[in-house]
């Protein structure tokens, strides 16, 4: 069994969830209610040569318990941007840097323990928004981007793939006040022969009070073996998350995750 605890904190350095900066595929022009602050990033685009930089920080521990028992810590920092190219378009990146100690334990003895650092991926990429007529359809979300590793320790400590990756991927939303619901399918590949693979989301979510929401998910993936005749078996992980406005520049979002 493994588990992963995260706490996310994300900073942005512009006004992150206001109406003159966004385009929302909403049917309430108010500002955003706590329902929607889970799902930011799925249904907002910013405007033509608007810009947004932020900050990720997370913290994770995993434990995997079999004849020998494993600890890891990774902390994480990902510095994000995005700027809009209208027409509902706008381009993003990110750059990681992580830190990993891993401690391994035999009959309750230590063995080993080891560190590693190093910047992770650079990711470039570019989102669409589909607005779609009609109340009663969903929303859907284009994006397609490009992941590569920058330094051999963040490989090493397994923190970011051995070669570039790329994916294209297709996000369905729909906002059902005070709730909303959120499915989406993606396919990724890369420079290495076995690196396809084809990866899946679907959330639950619903609003608290104005600036609290809580939002249940599941996300996974199944590689795609070419040299085998049967693919490998699907891997999961099951998310839950409170996502707390503080304000329009600083959200608060802990997140509980179980492989």
Same mark, same amino acid.
């Given at each position: 069994?493994?588990?992963?605890?995260?706490?996310?904190?994300?900073?942005?350095?512009? %006004?992150?969830?206001?109406?003159?900066?966004?385009?929302?595929?909403?049917?309430?022009?108010?500002?955003?209610?706590?329902?929607?602050?889970?799902?930011?990033?799925?249904?907002?685009?910013?405007?033509?040569?608007?810009?947004?930089?932020?900050?990720?920080?997370?913290?994770?521990?995993?434990?995997?318990?079999?004849?020998?028992?494993?600890?890891?810590?990774?902390?994480?920092?990902? !510095?994000?941007?995005?700027?809009?190219?209208?027409?509902?378009?706008?381009?993003?990146?990110?750059?990681?840097?992580?830190?990993?100690?891993?401690?391994?334990? !035999?009959?309750?003895?230590?063995?080993?323990?080891?560190?590693?650092?190093?910047?992770?991926?650079?990711?470039?990429?570019?989102?669409?928004?589909?607005?779609?007529?009609?109340?009663?359809?969903? +929303?859907?979300?284009?994006?397609?981007?490009? $992941?590569? %590793?920058?330094?051999?320790?963040?490989?090493?400590?397994?923190?970011?793939?051995?070669?570039?990756?790329?994916?294209?991927?297709?996000?369905?939303?729909?906002?059902? %006040? %005070?709730?909303?619901?959120?499915?989406?399918?993606?396919? $990724?590949?890369?420079?290495?022969?076995?690196?396809?693979?084809?990866?899946? +989301?679907?959330?639950?979510?619903?609003?608290?009070?104005?600036?609290?929401?809580?939002?249940?998910?599941?996300?996974?993936?199944? &590689?795609?073996?070419?040299?085998?005749?049967?693919?490998?078996?699907?891997?999961?992980?099951?998310?839950? $998350?409170?996502?707390?406005?503080?304000?329009? &520049?600083? !959200?608060? $979002?802990?997140?509980? +995750?179980?492989?």
């Amino acid at each position: 069994m493994k588990r992963s605890i995260i706490i996310l904190l994300f900073l942005s350095a512009s %006004p992150l969830l206001a109406e003159d900066n966004v385009s929302i595929a909403s049917e309430n022009k108010d500002s955003l209610p706590a329902h929607r602050l889970s799902m930011r990033d799925e249904i907002t685009t910013l405007k033509e040569r608007d810009w947004r930089i932020g900050l990720d920080f997370s913290y994770s521990v995993d434990e995997e318990h079999r004849i020998a028992s494993a600890v890891s810590n990774l902390a994480l920092a990902n !510095l994000k941007f995005s700027r809009g190219l209208g027409s509902d378009t706008e381009i993003f990146g990110s750059l990681s840097y992580g830190y990993r100690t891993v401690e391994t334990s !035999l009959a309750g003895n230590s063995v080993s323990d080891d560190s590693l650092s190093g910047l992770g991926a650079l990711k470039l990429g570019l989102k669409r928004t589909l607005k779609l007529e009609g109340a009663t359809l969903p +929303q859907f979300v284009g994006l397609v981007s490009v $992941s590569v %590793p920058m330094s051999s320790e963040a490989k090493e400590a397994g923190f970011t793939s051995e070669d570039w990756i790329g994916t294209v991927s297709l996000v369905a939303v729909k906002s059902i %006040p %005070p709730g909303f619901l959120i499915g989406g399918i993606s396919y $990724s590949d890369g420079a290495e022969e076995n690196d396809a693979f084809i990866g899946f +989301q679907a959330d639950i979510g619903f609003a608290i009070t104005h600036d609290l929401s809580l939002r249940l998910g599941i996300a996974g993936n199944k &590689k795609l073996d070419r040299t085998e005749i049967a693919s490998s078996g699907v891997s999961s992980v099951f998310t839950t $998350s409170v996502t707390y406005r503080i304000d329009e &520049k600083l !959200l608060l $979002s802990p997140m509980f +995750q179980l492989e």
